[in-house]
Every structure is written in C-alpha cells, then in structure tokens.
C-alpha cells in the first residue's frame, strides 16, 4: 500500500463514509472541509429525525463524525479548501487556502450541494412574508426542540402549507431535475408536525408525489391514513398575504377550479442545487461537469465513481441529487476506486 494519503474534499455523509472505509482498509487519509463543523448538510442544516431510518441527524450523523475523528490514520482539516491540485495518480500535490502541501495518491470529490434559494421563486412568498420558511428552517425548528411556531409572532400555527418542488421540476428557472427525498422529506414532517400539533391541520401541494422504492407506505399512506394530512394536486400561482394569514392561491389540478386557502404558515419544499463551488472546483481539480452542474461520473455502471481525471473519484451528492444512504454507499464505493488505485500503483512499483 502507499504511504501516500487520499485527499478527500467535504466531510458530510459521503466523504466522512469514504474516510472511515479507506482507514479502515489501513488507507491513511487527509479529509478536507470548508466549514468548521464536520457531517455535511445534516449537521450544517440542523436536520431534525431522517428519513427512512426516524433517527436524529445530530445521532446517526454525529456518530459518523465522531468515527472519523477518532481514527488516527484520518487527519482532518476545517475551514479550509483546495486552492491548487497538480499531478497525476500517485503522485498529486494539493495545496490548501492556509498554505499547507499535501500530497495524495487519489482524491475524492464529496462536495456535496447547495440548497436552492428559494428567493428564486419571489411570486411564492418567500423572502417578503416571514412565515413562508423553508424544510431545512422546520427541520431546525424540530431539532432544536422549540417545536414549530410561525416566525412572524411564534403563534403555534394552525393550517400549514407544504408547497413540493420548490426549485426542482421547474423549466422557468432552469431547474428540470426531481430532487428525489423532499417527497419523503415533507411527508415526514407533514407527520411530525402534526404529532406535535394535534390541531394543526396540513396540507401538501403536490405535482406528482415521488415517495420513491419502499417509501410509499410509510410516508405517502401513513401520513394521509394516519396523520390525516391532506394532499391537494394542484399548480401554485402565488402566495400573497390578507394581513392576517397567508393565501395560497392556485388551480386544483384534479377537478380543474381555481383555489384559494388561507395559511398560517408555508413551507417550501427546497431541493437540490449543484454545489455552488463546482465551477470552482472543476478548474482546480479539471474535472467535467454534467450539462446540468454536478460533478460527471466516468461512466454510469463500469466506473461510477470515476470522473474524467484518472486518479480523481466523486461520491454523493456531488454527483446529483442524492439521499443519505445512497451518498453513504456511494462514498465506500468511492474509497474502494480510490484503495484500487492505490494498489495498481503500488504494483506498478514492484514491477
Ligand atoms: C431539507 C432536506 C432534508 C433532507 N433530509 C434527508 C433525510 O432525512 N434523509 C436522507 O436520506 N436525505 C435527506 N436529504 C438529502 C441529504 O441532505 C443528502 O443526501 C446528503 O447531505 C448528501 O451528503 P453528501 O456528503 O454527498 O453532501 P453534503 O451533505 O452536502 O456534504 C458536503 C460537504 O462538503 C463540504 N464542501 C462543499 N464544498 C467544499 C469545498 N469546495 N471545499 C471543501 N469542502 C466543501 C460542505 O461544507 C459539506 O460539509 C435532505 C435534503 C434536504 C434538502
Ligand atoms: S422528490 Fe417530490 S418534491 Fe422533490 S422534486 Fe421530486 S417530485 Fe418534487
């Protein structure tokens, strides 16, 4: 094996799973992460209880950062990025925005990505009505054990919105791609906010609902058969506000009638956007991007966690919208290409 550390850039479920694979394999490991706090957008973002699993994000994800950080062979450097990476497979040098050489035998790109802004979808209310909130700002909510209150006067609301693919499936804003969890996402807090607030009523606008793979009976069915959640297809034109409650207005896409329901709070179903570094990111590392942001994969089946730079792996949401423990897999996936790597290279030596 060489001696030589894999760079891993972004400590969030995907790089923090293909840091405790390859130090497991005996792989030392330099593990590099913009932000102070190491997990990713589950610990950054204040997630409250995933899904599927109904466990706290600050226990399953914590749990995985403390595994790193307790492993000797994983240093880990925070709030810091790659500000140069040369060479080739073996023999690449990175250097850090605080100066500091590290020289690696592969890299692991899990970057991750960005949640859309919902400022980009102004006609929504978001940004001018302070009790239009986004997923991440309910989940914090959950998680911080303050329970749900409307941020404009903190009244316990009574009628709730959640308004799905905010920011996916949207030709308009350049945005065609279905984010995959907020789905199953809102269907769970759909179900947490009603278990917290029996006598709150909640309703989820919906184009197509995608509680994809085993999700349907556990989100789609128990949250209308057992949370009475009510789940209205329709398309939104705007939310606007009567001075006292919020107004969804739109068209009830079943029976084709305009409606209009007044809300004490409404929740954006944020999705996925490409990380906004990885412009950045693909000059420094010249990997290719995918036409629509994301970091490409060498190939879908053969190489998946391949980029265009041989030496070079991606894992996670980096790649496109991804749930956790996909980007979990994807991230051991990823350390497996990269301890390949390592081994070629090391009979390449003997040889
Ligand atoms: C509202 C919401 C709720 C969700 N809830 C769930 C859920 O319950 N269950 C589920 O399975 N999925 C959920 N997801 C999806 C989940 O967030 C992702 O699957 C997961 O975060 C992807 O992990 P990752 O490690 O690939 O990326 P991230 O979590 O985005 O981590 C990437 C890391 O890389 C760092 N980074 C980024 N750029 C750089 C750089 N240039 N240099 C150094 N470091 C960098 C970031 O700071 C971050 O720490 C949810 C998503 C949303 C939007
Ligand atoms: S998972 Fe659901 S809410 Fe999210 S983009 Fe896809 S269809 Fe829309």
């Not at 990505?113 to 991440?136: A, L, M």
């Not at 939104?236 to 809300?263: C, H, M, N, Q, Y």
Request: proline share 5%; hydrophobic share 40%.
């Amino acid at each position: 094996m060489t001696a030589l550390p894999v760079l891993i850039v972004g400590a969030g479920p995907a790089g923090l799973a293909a840091a405790h694979a390859l130090a497991s394999a005996g792989q030392p490991v330099q593990l590099v992460e913009k932000e102070k706090v190491l997990g990713g957008a589950p610990i950054l973002s204040g997630y409250a209880k995933l899904v599927p699993s109904g466990e706290w994000a600050k226990d399953a994800i914590g749990g995985m950062v403390r595994r790193v950080e307790e492993n000797p062979l994983i240093v880990t450097r925070r709030g810091v990025s790659v500000a140069s990476f040369d060479g080739g497979p073996g023999a690449f040098k990175a250097t850090l925005s605080d100066g500091t050489k590290v020289n690696a035998a592969a890299a692991i790109l899990a970057t991750g990505f960005t949640h859309f802004d919902s400022v980009n979808k102004p006609e929504w209310g978001f940004g001018t009505y302070p009790d239009v909130v986004t997923t991440t700002q309910v989940e914090q909510m959950l998680s911080s054990g303050k329970g749900v209150r409307c941020p404009s006067d903190g009244r316990e609301p009574e009628r709730v919105a959640i308004l799905l693919c905010v920011g996916s499936r949207d030709r308009q804003i350049g945005r065609t791609w279905c984010s995959k969890v907020c789905c199953t996402v809102s269907a769970n807090l759909a179900m947490e906010i009603r278990e917290t607030l029996p006598n709150c009523n909640v309703y989820i606008y919906y184009m197509d609902i995608r509680t994809f793979g085993l999700y349907e009976d556990k989100y789609y069915w128990e949250s209308q058969e057992e949370f009475k959640v009510k789940y209205i297809k329709a398309r939104i034109a705007e939310v606007t506000s009567d001075g006292k409650r919020l107004i969804v207005k739109g068209e009830d896409t079943l029976v084709k009638r305009p409606i209009t329901i007044p809300f004490d709070m409404v929740v954006h179903a944020i999705g996925m956007d490409p990380n906004v570094d990885n412009m950045k990111l693909s000059a420094i590392f010249d990997v290719k991007l995918h036409p629509h942001g994301y970091i490409e994969r060498a190939s879908t089946y053969a190489a998946m966690s391949g980029t265009s730079r041989p030496g070079v792996f991606v894992a996670g949401a980096a790649t496109g919208p991804e749930t956790i423990d996909d980007s979990i897999a994807q991230g051991q996936a990823a350390a497996m290409a990269a301890l390949a790597c390592c081994h070629e290279l090391v009979g390449e030596e003997a040889a």
